[in-house]
């Protein structure tokens, strides 16, 4: 995949400053990288999502600053907000093609199990990305997992079935399953689950009940306490 094109403007780092930033269409951005000073940027944040959508976080970005000669870039970081989910800041790692990285390459699943299809089994993926270490100029941007070598119950594909260029180091364990097929559950099995699921929210509804009479009690006592203590003893009169 080619090395995608993303504008971007000097910024002051200034915190007072940010909120007019995003307000007026812009997200605000850090540059850094080996054996380069930080730099403080801003991007029209349409054209990063639209950017982000296709290079994720493993393809080169061609970042222009300023109109200054384009620097090769990585995504590095996405902080979203936490009630919009909107983008609030980005971190851009300004890399060197004659350097080795360290990322991630994201899986796709493609293709049909004949033990899915066949035998009703459930498709379990239990990993949905690879770390890898490349030269950024050999970095791929999704490896592709055809479901199809799944026949039958049991079966697994794991990192060691993986076939990657030769230029691409993976720094994962070669036994660790990417995907398997795992045996249906039985109709006993699923009866056992849904009993399971009722007695849990019974219980819940037990002690939902239980508690405002529990309070109502604790209440009362303490009402009953307190009317004790404020009554005068018998035989006593005020002076």
């Known amino acids: 995949m080619e090395a995608l094109l993303l ?18 269409g812009y997200v605000p951005a850090e540059l850094y990288g080996h054996g380069i000073k930080n730099q403080h940027i801003s991007v029209l944040a349409k054209d990063f999502q639209k950017v982000y959508r296709q290079a994720g ?10 109109s200054q000669k384009p ?84 079966d697994s594909i794991r990192v060691e079935d993986l076939k990657l260029p030769g230029t691409i180091t993976i720094l994962e364990n070669p036994d660790t399953t990417i995907v398997h097929a795992a ?21 819940v509804e037990v002690e939902k009940t239980e508690k405002p009479e529990e309070e109502e009690s604790a209440a009362a006592g303490e009402g009953e306490k307190k009317g004790k203590k404020d009554k005068p003893e018998s035989g006593k009169t005020g002076k």
């Open 183 to 203: 045996a249906p559950r039985s109709e006993e099995e699923l009866a056992k689950l849904d009993e399971a699921v009722t007695e849990d929210v019974e219980a």
């Open 71 to 154: 620097v090769k870039t990585l995504i590095s970081d996405v902080q979203l907000d936490p009630v919009t989910d909107r983008i609030i800041h980005v971190d851009l790692q300004q890399i060197r093609m004659d350097e080795k990285i360290k990322t991630h390459i994201e899986f796709d699943f493609i293709g049909v199990s004949p033990a899915e299809k066949e035998t009703g089994a459930i498709i379990v993926k239990d990993k949905t990305e690879l770390e890898i270490e490349c030269l950024p100029s050999d970095l791929i941007h999704e490896y592709k997992i055809d479901l199809a070598a799944l026949k039958k119950v049991d």
């Open 7 to 24: 504008t971007s403007k000097i910024r002051e780092e200034k915190r007072k400053n940010l909120k007019t930033l995003r307000e007026s």
């Open 57 to 66: 976080e493993n393809t080169l970005i061609e970042l222009v600053i300023d």
